[in-house]
């Protein structure tokens, strides 16, 4: 699976857009961009992942490039409860793979 | 999605001794994955789990020091066997569910302390 790079933290206030960049120019043109969250002390969790298309759920949104190298999760109105390690992760949709975790980014929503 | 529980929670043993983890799921899932966390570190990958087969190991774990059943579609065990201090970590089992089967879901982890 191919790596990808991004910033170890980023701040945001509360009720503002977080933007949380991912670089990822290795990917493959089978490979999905994927996103995480792990809130202190919980599991992973799932938001979101996609191919080449924006994407949009009850979550957040994701924009990928037009060349797939990079690719930005935005949380709309960020709250409190979104303070978490945000992992962006490129992945196949073949078979079975697994996930590799990079160290992602802690997002710290503030008031 | 799929609802996963993990038992026990957490747990302090001793050097030396095994602590065998279960993992339930609440829906018949084909792939289970085990992976460990450490103090302060990302998730780390320890092994796929497929009903009716061994399991598959990534580098760096082998089946003598975590041995995993898979006996039915709904349920694994990690034991983490002979414990050092250094196999203090959260350990956590997912599978790979949704509409899909491209979203994976994590239990909430078990925490183990070795002393």
């Known amino acids: 699976d191919a790596k990808t790079t991004q910033p170890p933290s980023m701040d945001c206030a509360e009720g503002r857009a977080a933007n949380l960049p991912c670089n990822h120019s290795?990917?493959?043109?089978?490979?999905?961009v994927y996103w995480y969250r792990q809130i202190h002390s919980q599991g992973p969790q799932y938001i979101i992942h996609?191919?080449?298309n924006n994407e949009t759920n009850e979550m957040a949104s994701l924009i990928i490039t037009e060349d797939r190298k990079s690719s930005t999760l935005i949380l709309p109105h960020a709250t409190l409860r979104d303070t978490a390690v945000y992992y962006c992760?490129?992945?196949?949709?073949?078979?079975?793979?697994?996930?590799?975790f990079g160290k992602g980014t802690m997002l710290l929503v503030s008031p | 999605s799929a609802v996963i529980s993990q038992k026990p929670s957490r747990d302090i043993c001793q050097r030396g001794t095994s602590l065998t983890i279960q993992c339930q799921v609440d829906s018949q899932v084909t792939m289970m994955f085990w992976y460990r966390q450490q103090p302060g570190q990302s998730l780390t990958l320890i092994a796929t789990a497929n009903q009716g087969s061994e399991a598959t190991y990534e580098s760096g774990f082998v089946i003598d020091k975590f041995p995993i059943s898979r006996p039915n579609l709904t349920f694994s065990t990690l034991t983490v066997s002979n414990m050092s201090p250094e196999d203090s970590s959260i350990y956590l089992c997912?599978?790979?569910?949704?509409?899909?089967?491209?979203?994976?879901?994590f239990g909430p982890g078990t925490r183990l302390t070795v002393t």
């Open positions: 996609g191919l080449k």
């Open positions: 997912s599978v790979d569910a949704g509409q899909f089967a491209y979203e994976q879901y």
């Open positions: 290795t990917i493959s043109g089978n490979e999905y």
């Open positions: 992760i490129v992945r196949a949709n073949s078979g079975y793979s697994t996930l590799t």
